[in-house]
């Protein structure tokens, strides 16, 4: 069965710890016959978000028929961060826009106009807006819920499912909010046929936040969704189906090798 990770980091260092190497990451999703891999940078969360965002594009241009980038920008920057990020999304290569309110610093409702605006360039573009979510006081998952009620045409996809204090509260936002998804990257296999039953198979989608450590995390958590018991129809939607939806797959498919520089 084919599998999309839509949760992994590519850079080269967070803080003094080197990550995993650009051929190292792609031996690992060889090793695990992953076909594609949405990527986010680390460094770019802290500042200097354009020169992340280039270097992220660089790295996926190289492997294009692999690796599909998510642009960010730190929302506190107001009108600056979305001329940054109609920038980035004017590229094909940029597939997505990622969040992560703990590291960046705010919770969208101290930047709700700016994150409104985000949220609408992204729904224009038509691409996913994931956030990092489970980890208070910043990202809670009621937080980024509250966000995706905003912008009702925006797909906005919960990071972490809830990671751990906040797995029954994911399932049932997912369920009530349409434009609300959640990536099963954190929540172990005894809660992903809770996430099943009741957000339903169509509305989640495996990611593993490889780069934070090497391969093996992504052993673990392919195998919290292969042993948790769920039939194959969903199993195929969580790992493949919903994720080649969301990135369109469709209609614009991989391999844009030859796109300009951004």
Known sequence: MQVI???THL????FSQPMPS?????LGLDRFEIEAACIFTLQG???????HNDALAERARRHSDRLIP????????????VDELERCLANPLFRGVKFHPWLQAFTPAMVR?????????????RVPVLFHDGTPPYSTTFQIAAAARWVPQATVVLGHAGLSDYIVAA???????????ACICGPRAGYVPYLVQTAGARKLIFGSDFGFSDWTILAEFLDNV????????????????????????SERPLMVAHCSNI
């Open 5 to 7: 990770d839509f949760h």
């Open 11 to 14: 850079d080269t260092h967070w």
């Open 22 to 26: 650009e051929d190292n990451f792609l």
């Open 45 to 51: 969360f802290y500042g200097d978000c354009r020169k």
């Open 70 to 81: 998510f642009a960010t920008v730190d929302p506190k920057l107001g009108d600056g961060s």
């Open 113 to 125: 106009d700016t994150m409104i605006a985000l949220l609408e360039c992204a729904a224009r573009h």
């Open 171 to 181: 399932g049932q936002l997912v369920r009530d909010i349409p434009n609300l998804y």
């Open 226 to 249: 292969r042993e948790a018991n769920v039939d194959d129809e969903s199993m195929e939607m969580i790992l493949h189906g919903n994720a080649a939806r969301l990135l369109q797959f």
